[in-house]
Structures are given as structure tokens and as C-alpha cells.
């Protein structure tokens, strides 16, 4: 099979500097990837339920035996559960922490030309402020855990999927029920 179209040379050219190993079947399923050390990594690029040399977000974090992959399963769904409770605890500590609420009413225009005041409550917080220094470093955990469980996922490992969604979704029926709903008293319209 002639790999000239990736390298931008017609067939007879024989100096390629792509190793002979190297191929892309059409019916294959995963890619590999290394260096020239002879390190080759298999990346999955379809759903797999396996247990055996599975790398988890490090190159020295490798999963080989059943109880490996059900203590990876526990791990995972410990922080995809956190991840979902951060979530709420960050929302939580915003509305705590908000300082300054202004009121605003303003004429919008009603039925019949009639003008109508609403108003609008405005909440707000200091930046050099100490909640503020704390929503910030909770909002960088936070998005480094989501990309975390981003990349668990893009494992493809079926039990680590798994993992990942059970755990967010027993995270966002544990800690969300208790979410404030937000409601605007000044809507009239049911």
C-alpha cells in the first residue's frame, strides 16, 4: 500500500522517511502514536470494555488487573460526584458573598400605552475581597476537574465512561435538589 499521498510524493519515490511500520488500514479502529524510541501508544478511537493496559491520564498510571479498573471505576466516580457538588458549593458561596444589592425600577412601555415600573435587583461583590479570591480558586479546580473527567471519557473505556456519567449524574441528584430557583416576582404572565 503507497503512503506517497501523505508525504506529498508520487509512488516511484522510495526515500520516504516514514517508517515501514507505519500504516492507516481503512477498518482499523485505533491509531498509534510514538516516538522513535520504539514506544508505540495505543489510542483507542471506539467504545471498549477492557481492563487491561489502560493509562489514565498519566503515562505511569496504568490500569492491568479487575481490581485496578474497580478501584479506577470508585476514583472516578468520587470525582465526577465532587465535580457536580463544586459546582453547587460555588453557586452557594456567590450568593452568600454578594455585598452590594441595588434596587432599579424602570418604565417599560405596558398594554394599551400605558407605562409600567419594573425592577430589577441588582447584586454585586468586591474584587480584592476574600470571597472573590476563593470563587476564583475554586472556579480553577473546577475547570481543571472537568477536564480531567473530559479526558477520562476520551478514553473510550466503557467502564470509565460509565464511571464519569454515573458519577456526575448521583453528583447532580445529591447536591443540585437544593439549587435556588430563581423566580421574578414582577412576571404576571403564567
Known amino acids: 500500500m503507497s503512503h506517497s499521498h501523505h508525504m506529498g510524493m508520487n509512488s516511484m519515490d522510495h526515500n520516504s522517511t516514514m517508517p515501514p511500520s507505519h500504516h492507516h488500514p481503512a477498518t482499523s479502529a ?49 470525582l465526577a460526584m465532587f465535580y457536580e ?13 454578594q455585598v452590594s444589592i441595588r434596587y432599579n425600577s424602570m418604565p417599560v412601555p405596558g398594554p394599551n ?6 425592577t430589577h ?33 476520551m478514553t473510550y473505556n466503557g467502564y470509565l465512561c460509565i464511571a464519569v456519567a454515573a458519577g456526575a449524574g448521583t453528583g447532580y441528584f445529591l447536591f443540585s435538589w437544593k439549587k435556588a430557583v430563581v423566580v421574578d416576582i414582577t412576571e404576571h404572565c403564567h
Open 30 to 78: 485505533s491509531h498509534f502514536h510514538g516516538g522513535g524510541d520504539g514506544n508505540m501508544m495505543r489510542m483507542q478511537m471506539t467504545f471498549y470494555f477492557d481492563f487491561k493496559n489502560v493509562e489514565l491520564l498519566f503515562s505511569g498510571l496504568v490500569i492491568n488487573t479487575a481490581g485496578e479498573m474497580a478501584g479506577a471505576f470508585v476514583g472516578v466516580f468520587l
Open 85 to 97: 457538588g463544586l459546582k453547587i458549593a460555588r453557586e452557594s458561596l456567590l450568593r452568600k458573598s
Open 121 to 153: 435587583k441588582t447584586v454585586g461583590q468586591q474584587m480584592l475581597s476574600f470571597p472573590h479570591l476563593l470563587q476564583t480558586v475554586l472556579h480553577i479546580i473546577q475547570v481543571v476537574i472537568s477536564y480531567f473527567l473530559m479526558l477520562i471519557f
Open 113 to 118: 400605552g400605558t407605562i409600567l415600573m419594573e
